[in-house]
């Protein structure tokens, strides 16, 4: 379920300034499954002290809602989860040389400290942040064809290595980025998700991904499902 956290860093496609910040619209996902209509918006906000990803429902209620605090040289701090729609919230901070994981459920509450090296610290990730990551390393990726990250999976407890593969493509056609796990048994649970992105590193779509939202079916169920991102 939480591999679907990588869902969430998506890149901006339109920009207005408000008054606390700025709204950065990312993408709609629309899909009828079994004759009903599945709909949510994602939006991504730079605010004065942390950077906000939330997703709404149609009827613009708050599904869920994540934030990324940096440190002065824009790296990872601190990240906090809230899903409003089972009360799951979890907690990730930096370190020195080391990952602090809460996460709670109606249940329980589980920690776990786990131990990261330099090198590793300078790609660690968390979903929102993911986004910027590839186009601010462009040239790299371009050149390799390839970049490797870490994702921290919150109900996992731990952080995983994940790979952008560059997929074949002829002169003036967009970008389409494969990214999946390094290992393969992680890889089983993830699957592939598709980042497509223009010549101009605007990120267009996200296909096959499974959002840490909730669809609600015609029964009142609750469930994963992996859909469409398309930006506005």
């Known amino acids: 379920m939480w591999f679907s956290f990588i869902l969430a860093s ?3 496609a339109f920009s207005a300034e408000v008054e606390t910040g700025k709204l950065q619209i990312v993408g709609i996902s629309s899909e009828k499954i079994d004759a009903q209509n599945y709909w949510f918006r994602l939006e991504k906000w730079n605010l004065p002290n942390h950077l906000e990803v939330r997703f709404l429902d149609a009827k613009m209620n708050l599904l ?19 899903q409003i729609q089972t009360g799951e919230t979890a907690e990730i901070r930096l370190e020195p040389n080391q990952v602090k994981f809460i ?5 329980r509450t589980r920690e776990k400290t786990r131990s990261l090296d330099p090198e590793d610290a300078k790609v660690f990730l968390v979903p929102p942040m993911l986004s910027d990551f590839l186009p601010q390393h462009w040239e790299e990726a371009i050149k390799a064809g390839q970049l490797d990250v870490k994702i921290a ?10 790979r952008f593969t560059l997929l074949p493509r002829q002169p003036g056609q967009d970008f389409h980025w494969e990214f999946e796990a390094r290992n393969f ?4 649970v993830a699957g592939k998700i598709i980042f497509v992105y223009d010549v ?10 499974r959002p840490p939202v909730k669809f609600k079916t015609k029964d009142g169920v609750l469930e994963d499902r992996r859909t469409n991102i398309e930006l506005l």
């Open 153 to 162: 999976i919150p109900d996992r407890l731990d952080f995983y290595s994940f």
């Open 103 to 107: 996460f709670r459920d109606k249940e």
């Open 10 to 12: 998506l890149a901006l």
């Open 200 to 209: 101009d590193k605007k990120l267009k779509a996200i296909r096959g991904i």
């Open 185 to 188: 048994f992680v890889g089983l």
């Open 64 to 82: 869920l809602r994540e934030k990324v605090f940096l440190d002065p040289e824009k790296r990872f701090s601190r990240y906090e989860f809230d």
